[in-house]
């Protein structure tokens, strides 16, 4: 079989860059192993324009929320499937400092701040010091867009569900062949799978781990997302809600752990008056790097190999918008913006 293009993964990053090329024309195959545990199938799906302590924003937000905001759109039409939700974050200060940040940021004109007044929160929830809204905030539906994505490529004979092995892969001129496939390039966007992947694993990976319960809450309002440290996102099954995260640098394996569980459930006994069940507990690595930014483009040594990874943990804004860029790159030699180009670090992997 020759396609122009043979995709490994099929996670977020996997879904958006076979998105584009096809809809450019491009014949792809995309091999996938279906990992339940991949971190595409285990994120919250949030594209939040701000974060932390003090409230800044996140990079490139002003262009990669509205783009993301009308792709994910665009691609729920073409799949009949609701693709996005906006879900604020009520944002629950949990120190008087941050409250602080927060009022200053939004005196400073920050427009993705809010006051929002709903004395109902106190029904809800034991709250300290107080709530303010960031808005807009979209929610990848990646329970239903991943599944979806992965039925129309099989109905176009366009997915191989198997674990891709790196030894049967060869390198020709101007092609690759693996198994009965010849493909004008192989592009990797196997997650952290990466990180060990012999073309390259020299790249800056850092990866973490991150843990997440679903619960079942009846009563609590699905309106918006609930933050304070942990985040509350209402599910799409009837009151289920998806409570995460940590960000473990240090780990053994993938699985959930206790410790996370014991946590999580205390600091929600704290913060909220409803009772929950817990359901389930869920676990992945995040393909996240030192620089914080993607990974995006061609191997220096090898025209044939390219790799769409590196997306941390802000895959479901980044993926859309690099992956557009890097299909017209891959199609009309369009530039990849220099910060997401894996060009950055040609003389690491140029190194044998
Ligand atoms: C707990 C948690 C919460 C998160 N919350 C958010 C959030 O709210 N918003 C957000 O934007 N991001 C979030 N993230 C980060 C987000 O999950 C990642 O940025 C994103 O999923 C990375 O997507 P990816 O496609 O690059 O990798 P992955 O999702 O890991 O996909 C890689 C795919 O490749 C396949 N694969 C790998 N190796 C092989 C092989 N050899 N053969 C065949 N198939 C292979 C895997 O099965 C998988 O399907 C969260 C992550 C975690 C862990």
């Not at 049967?168 to 196997?190: E, P, V």
């Not at 990974?295 to 990874?309: E, R």
Request: proline share 6%; glycine share 6%; aromatic share 12%.
């Amino acid at each position: 079989m020759r396609v122009d293009f043979l995709l490994i993964g099929q996670g977020i990053a996997g879904t958006w860059l076979s998105y584009y090329l096809s809809k450019k024309g491009a014949s792809i195959i995309v091999i996938d192993d279906a990992a339940q545990n991949a971190a595409s199938r285990v994120a919250a799906g949030i594209i939040n324009p701000v974060t932390g302590r003090r409230v800044v924003r996140t990079w490139m937000i002003e262009e990669l929320l509205p783009f993301a905001a009308s792709a994910y759109e665009q691609m729920g039409k073409e799949l009949g499937i609701t693709a996005l939700l906006q879900k604020d974050i009520i944002d629950f200060f949990s120190a008087p400092d941050i409250k602080l940040a927060f009022e200053k940021r939004l005196q400073e004109g920050e427009g993705y701040l809010k006051k929002w007044d709903s004395p109902l929160l106190n029904d809800f929830f034991h709250v300290d010091f107080g709530w303010g809204m960031i808005s807009p905030v979209y929610m990848a539906q990646l329970e239903d867009i991943l599944p979806a994505w992965r039925l129309h490529l099989t109905a176009n004979q366009q997915l191989a569900e198997e674990k891709f092995d790196p030894a049967q892969l060869f390198l020709h001129d101007g092609h690759i062949s693996y198994r009965d496939i010849i493909a004008q390039k192989i592009i990797f966007c196997d997650g952290v799978a990466a990180a060990n992947n012999p073309w390259f694993s020299k790249l800056p990976f850092a990866l973490h781990k991150g843990e997440a319960l679903i619960l079942e809450i009846p009563d609590l309002p699905r309106e918006n997302i609930y933050k304070k440290g942990l985040t509350l996102v209402p599910l799409k099954e009837k009151n289920y809600f998806w409570l995460g995260s940590n960000y473990l640098w240090e780990y053994k394996n993938d699985l959930p752990t206790e410790k996370f569980q014991n946590e999580a459930r205390q600091k929600l006994n704290y913060w909220l008056k409803l009772p929950f069940r817990i359901m389930d507990h869920k676990a992945a690595l995040r393909p996240a790097n030192v620089e914080r930014r993607p990974f995006v483009g061609i191997h220096p040594l090898h025209p044939s190999i390219g790799i769409f990874n590196g997306m941390g943990t802000k895959g479901c804004s980044l993926a859309p918008y690099f992956a557009k860029q890097f299909a017209e790159f891959l199609l009309s030699g369009e530039a990849i913006l220099p910060e997401a180009d894996i060009n950055r670090f040609q003389k690491i992997l140029s190194r044998t």
